[in-house]
C-alpha cells in the first residue's frame, strides 16, 4: 500500500522568510513518481512538480526548489524569499508509473500563511 | 497540459437530491479521475473513469451512490445521488495522460443543507 505522510499540519511564517514542507513517501513500486500540488483559496489544484523516482537530483524553479531523498522516502518543497501569494494549502502526492497505476495517493496537505 | 473545465463551479443542494458534475477536457485524454475532498480534508479518489466502459470504483464508493459515465475522450460526468449534509464537498476531476502528470480541474463546491 501506499502512503504519503505531511507531519505539518500548518506552518505561518513572515514574508521573505524561506519555509520547507515536509513529505514522508511509503511505496512498495520500484518506480513511482512523486507530486507537489498546489491548492490557493480558490480551490483549484496546481501542478507544481513531478519527480520521477529514477531521478534524485534536486530542482529549483524560481524561489521553489525540491529535495528528493531516496534513502529517508523523503521529497521536501522549500519556498525561498516567500511571498504573500505563497499562501496556500500544499500537496504531496505518489503515484506508480505503469498505465493503469496512476491513481494519485495525497498526504494530509499542509496549510502554509505567509504573514505580510 | 490540455484545459480542463467543471460545471457548476458551485452549488446549494437539498437534501435528498442530486446532483450530475460535468467535466470537459479541450483535447483527447486516456484517463479521467473523480476526487471529493471534504472540508479541511485532503483528496480520495472515487473511481477512474473509463471510456466505453463502467468505472472503477475505490473501497468505500459505489454506483449508485456516485455513477459516473464517460461517453468520449474528451468528456465524463459523476453524480452524487440522494445527497445528504455529509456529501458537503469539494469535487474534482483531472485526467492524464500517458502514466504520467495529473492535471486536475477546478473543482465543484457542493453544499447539501
Known amino acids: 500500500a501506499q502512503k504519503v505522510t505531511q507531519a505539518q499540519t500548518e506552518i505561518s511564517v513572515v514574508e521573505k522568510e524561506d519555509v520547507t514542507l515536509d513529505c514522508v513517501y511509503e511505496t512498495r513500486d520500484t518506480t513511482y513518481y512523486l507530486f507537489w500540488y498546489k491548492q490557493p483559496p480558490s480551490g483549484e489544484l496546481v501542478f507544481l512538480i513531478r519527480r520521477n523516482s529514477f531521478d534524485e537530483q534536486n530542482e529549483i524553479s524560481g524561489r521553489y526548489s525540491w529535495n528528493f531523498q531516496k534513502s529517508t522516502s523523503s521529497f521536501n518543497f522549500t519556498i525561498t524569499a516567500s511571498q504573500v501569494v505563497d499562501s496556500a494549502v500544499y500537496f504531496c502526492a505518489l503515484s506508480g508509473t505503469n498505465f493503469g497505476n496512476e491513481k494519485l495517493t495525497f498526504g494530509t496537505g499542509t496549510r502554509l500563511t505567509i504573514i505580510p | ?113
Open chain 2, 1 to 113: 497540459s490540455a484545459v480542463i473545465s467543471q460545471k457548476p463551479s458551485r452549488d446549494i443542494c437539498q437534501r435528498g437530491t442530486s446532483l450530475t458534475i460535468q467535466c470537459q477536457v479541450d483535447s483527447q485524454v486516456t484517463m479521467m479521475f473523480w476526487y471529493r475532498q471534504q472540508p479541511g480534508q485532503s483528496l480520495t479518489l472515487i473511481a477512474t473513469a473509463n471510456q466505453g466502459s463502467e468505472a472503477t470504483y475505490e473501497s468505500g464508493f459505489v454506483i449508485d451512490k456516485f455513477p459516473i459515465s464517460r461517453p468520449n475522450l474528451t468528456f465524463s460526468t459523476l453524480t452524487v445521488s440522494n445527497m445528504s449534509p455529509e456529501d458537503s464537498s469539494i469535487y474534482l476531476c483531472s485526467y492524464v495522460v500517458s502514466a504520467e502528470t495529473q492535471y486536475f480541474g477546478p473543482g465543484t463546491r457542493l453544499l447539501v443543507l
